[in-house]
């Protein structure tokens, strides 16, 4: 149930609601926008009449609300959500962020080059995983706790933000001190436990799409880390498995103006992970801002013929320089701006 309080309403009488809410067995989510306050109420309450709240008073309204996420519905924060971070980045606001980078950390080398092309042609974030879910046991697994200390030494230097994924519950109080967001992969999107461990962190999450996950379990997905209370959730398409093999995965840009209509929660795209194929990234990225995203997970290496893992779908930086200028004039068509370039690179 979502009870929508008057917009002059008391603190007394937001308590009063919350702890009849409450008293009928309702978890209770309080959330205060620019104009109202919402409550959602979750969980297996007694038999209720939402109606009676509408008695209370300070109650502008009160909805049953039928769908299986509560918390990550559009009804939660009908304005939308913004996720912040300390240097002044938002995801979900006006700008479209960019969040680039290797599939992998390979070298100090390696990733301060990457950092200092995608920090040059604009982006906000360096991606970079530092342990690698691969699908062979044989494969690179990654550079572990060394690559984190990588990752936040680059990220310090260039005044970018980190962003690696998390693939086990153990590793959530390793990576806190290094990162400034969390990754969820479509490995991990129905790892319920990690994700139930994600929402009692107050750090934001980027959680993907699993290769053949619906949009309403991508949602439910989401409330499990919302109802934790950690509301800095931020949304992924990267694609998901069909019948077609000419790509990697299909990346399904209509998921972007569904989430939009049923969620208040930020979405990006993956194009990288999306098409599995360098030819087809900067499309597909075009066409994941015209559709309405918040921003783009793209893999760029300094040297992708000689990378670990993900060369064939990552950019060169020269491509990814030019995607970005490319950007720079669909973001404006869709009422979205996009960083400019910094006038030179930065030295590391």
């Known amino acids: 149930m979502i009870v929508a309080m008057q917009e002059k309403a008391t603190e007394e009488q937001i308590q009063t609601v919350v702890e009849r809410m409450v008293e009928i067995g309702?978890?209770?989510?309080?959330?205060?926008g620019a104009v109202?306050?919402?409550?959602?109420?979750?969980?297996?309450p007694a038999q209720f009449d939402h109606k009676d709240f509408e008695?209370?008073?300070?109650?502008?309204?009160?909805?049953r609300i039928s769908s299986p996420y509560k918390l990550a519905g559009h009804s939660f924060?009908?304005?939308?959500?913004i996720v912040r971070f300390p240097n002044g980045v938002e995801v979900g606001g006006n700008e479209v962020v960019v969040m680039a980078g290797p599939c992998s950390v390979e070298s100090r080398d390696q990733i301060f080059a990457a950092a200092t092309h995608v920090k040059a042609a604009g982006?906000?974030?360096?991606?970079?995983?530092?342990?690698?879910p691969r699908s062979s046991p044989y494969s690179f697994q990654g550079m572990g706790l060394e690559g984190l200390k990588l990752l936040r030494e680059v990220g310090d230097a260039t005044g970018l933000l980190v962003i690696t994924e998390v693939m086990d519950i153990s590793q959530i109080g390793l990576m806190l001190p290094y990162i400034d967001c969390f990754q969820v992969g479509a490995r991990n999107m129905q790892n319920f436990n990690l994700l139930r461990e994600l929402g009692t962190v107050r750090k934001p999450v980027l959680l993907k799409r699993?290769?053949?996950?619906?949009?309403e379990e991508l949602l439910l997905s989401a409330e499990y880390i919302l109802s934790g209370g950690n509301y800095d959730v931020i949304l992924c398409e990267r694609g998901i498995r069909t019948y077609e093999t000419y790509t990697r995965n299909t990346m399904d840009v209509s998921a972007i103006p569904v989430v939009k209509h049923l969620s208040h929660l930020p979405i990006v795209g993956d194009p990288s992970h999306g098409t599995g194929r360098r030819d087809m990234v900067s499309?597909?990225?075009?066409?994941?801002?015209?559709?309405?995203?918040?921003?783009?997970?793209?893999?760029?290496?300094?040297?992708?013929?000689?990378?670990?893992?993900?060369?064939?779908q990552s950019l060169f930086p020269a491509q990814f320089a030019k995607l970005m200028d490319e950007l720079r004039i669909i973001a404006p068509a869709v009422g979205r701006t996009i960083a400019q370039p910094v006038a030179a690179a930065v030295a590391v």
């Open 283 to 312: 499309a597909m990225a075009r066409a994941t801002i015209a559709a309405g995203a918040d921003g783009l997970l793209i893999e760029v290496h300094p040297n992708p013929e000689k990378a670990v893992s993900d060369g064939a």
């Open 26 to 32: 309702f978890n209770v989510h309080r959330t205060t």
């Open 55 to 63: 008695l209370l008073p300070g109650v502008a309204e009160a909805v």
């Open 36 to 44: 109202q306050t919402i409550l959602a109420g979750v969980g297996t």
């Open 210 to 215: 699993g290769i053949a996950a619906t949009i």
């Open 123 to 132: 982006a906000k974030f360096l991606r970079g995983g530092a342990f690698k």
């Open 77 to 81: 924060r009908p304005e939308g959500t």
